[in-house]
DNA sequence: GGGACTAAGGTCAGTTAAGGTCAAAAGGTA
DNA sequence: TACCTTTTGACCTTAACTGACCTTAGTCCC
C-alpha cells in the first residue's frame, strides 16, 4: 500500500498540475484532515518531497489566515547544475537523495530517460558495493563528476 | 522436496507473468508469511535467483509502506555486450582500461558520445578519489552496473 | 498602544513499520 | 567427510508518522 506520504505528495503535484500556473497555496490543517493524518505529516511531506532538491520553494505564514506557499522553481540549465553541484558540495547522498535529483534533471528535459538509468545504475547498490568505507560520500563525489561533465563547453 | 527457495522463486515467477508487465512490487513481510519463513529467506531467494546475472532488477524501500519491486529485465543477445560483462566478471579496470573499452562501445555505435563522457567521468580520479581500497575493482563493477542498464527491455 | 485570546504553522524527539546484513546452524549430496 | 545450499535469528538502518510543545500573526477589547 502506498503510504500517506506518497499520497499526500501525488494530491499537491496534482494540484500544481491543475492550477495551470506553477504555485499553490493550501492550509496545512485542511489537508491534513483530508488525509486524517497529523498536521506535522504534512511538514513531513514537504521536506522530503518538495525540497530545493526536487525543484520546489516551500514559503508559509503562521497566524490567522495562515498558509503554505508550494512554488515550482524554474531555472535555467546552468542554473540548476550550478546549484545542484554547490548542493552536492555540502552533503552526502544516500541513494534515495540521489534519485530525486536525477529525476529531477530528468524533468527538466536535461537528462534523457537512458541518460537517468545510466546514472542511477553507478550510484545504485550493486555498483558500489557494501565494503566501501563512505558510500554517501563516494556516491556525492561520482554525481558530481558526472554533473560536470555537462558544464563543458561543447555542452552549452 | 523442492526447498522453500524454489517455492518462493516460482510464486514470484508467476506473479511475475500474471501482472503481465515486467514489473511487480511485494512486501518481504508478506511473502515470509505466506510461505512462513524467516523475513531474511525472503532475500536470499533474490539475491540467489533474481539478480541481474538472472535478469531481474531489484529495489526496494524501507520504513512505513516499504516494498520489494522486481523488474524482468529481457536479455539482449547482443554479444558484444554480454562478452564484454563476462570480461568485466573477471577482470580489474585500470582507467586506461576502462577508457579504452568506452571508446570501442562509442565507436561501435553503442553508446552516445555524451554517454562516453559521462562514463569516464565516472570512473575517473576526481569521482573514486584516491582514497578508496580497491579502486579497480570499483571500476569494474561501476562499468558492469552501467551496461547492464543496457540490457534492458527499453533499448532494444 | 498593549494585553489577552485565537488561529494558524514549526520543531523535534520518540515510536512504529518496514527492509538489510551477516554469521552461524541446519540440511543435502558427492 | 567435505562442500555447497538453505534457513534462521539477532541486530541494524531507513522511512513514515505522531504528539507535545513552541512561535508567529491577527483580532478584540480596554
Same mark, same amino acid.
Given at each position: 500500500?502506498?503510504?500517506?506520504a506518497?499520497?499526500?505528495?501525488?494530491?499537491l503535484?496534482?494540484?500544481?498540475?491543475?492550477s495551470?500556473?506553477?504555485?499553490?497555496?493550501?492550509?496545512?490543517?485542511?489537508?491534513?484532515?483530508?488525509? @486524517?493524518?497529523?498536521?506535522?505529516?504534512?511538514n513531513?511531506?514537504?521536506?522530503?518531497?518538495?525540497?530545493p532538491e526536487?525543484?520546489?520553494?516551500?514559503?508559509?505564514?503562521?497566524?490567522?489566515?495562515?498558509?503554505?506557499?508550494?512554488?515550482?522553481?524554474?531555472?535555467?540549465?546552468?542554473?540548476?547544475l550550478?546549484?545542484?553541484?554547490?548542493?552536492?558540495?555540502?552533503?552526502?547522498?544516500?541513494f534515495?537523495g540521489?534519485?530525486?535529483?536525477?529525476?529531477?534533471?530528468?524533468?527538466?528535459?536535461?537528462?534523457?530517460?537512458?541518460?537517468?538509468?545510466?546514472?542511477? @545504475?553507478?550510484?545504485?547498490?550493486?555498483?558500489?558495493?557494501? @565494503?566501501?568505507?563512505?558510500? !554517501?560520500?563516494?556516491?556525492?563525489?561520482?554525481?558530481?563528476?558526472?554533473?560536470q561533465?555537462?558544464?563543458? !563547453?561543447?555542452?552549452?
Amino acid at each position: 500500500m502506498r503510504s500517506i506520504a506518497d499520497q499526500i505528495e501525488a494530491y499537491l503535484i496534482k494540484l500544481l498540475k491543475l492550477s495551470g500556473g506553477s504555485v499553490i497555496e493550501v492550509q496545512r490543517s485542511e489537508i491534513a484532515q483530508i488525509f @486524517a493524518c497529523a498536521p506535522s505529516q504534512i511538514n513531513y511531506v514537504l521536506t522530503t518531497r518538495f525540497g530545493p532538491e526536487q525543484g520546489y520553494l516551500i514559503e508559509s505564514r503562521r497566524g490567522g489566515g495562515g498558509y503554505l506557499r508550494i512554488t515550482r522553481v524554474e531555472m535555467s540549465d546552468n542554473e540548476l547544475l550550478e546549484g545542484l553541484l554547490d548542493f552536492l558540495e555540502e552533503t552526502l547522498v544516500p541513494f534515495h537523495g540521489g534519485e530525486r535529483l536525477l529525476i529531477r534533471l530528468l524533468e527538466e528535459g536535461f537528462l534523457t530517460k537512458r541518460e537517468v538509468l545510466l546514472m542511477k @545504475a553507478v550510484i545504485g547498490q550493486q555498483a558500489l558495493g557494501n @565494503a566501501l568505507p563512505h558510500p !554517501d560520500l563516494v556516491r556525492a563525489n561520482i554525481l558530481k563528476a558526472m554533473l560536470q561533465t555537462f558544464l563543458r !563547453d561543447e555542452f552549452k
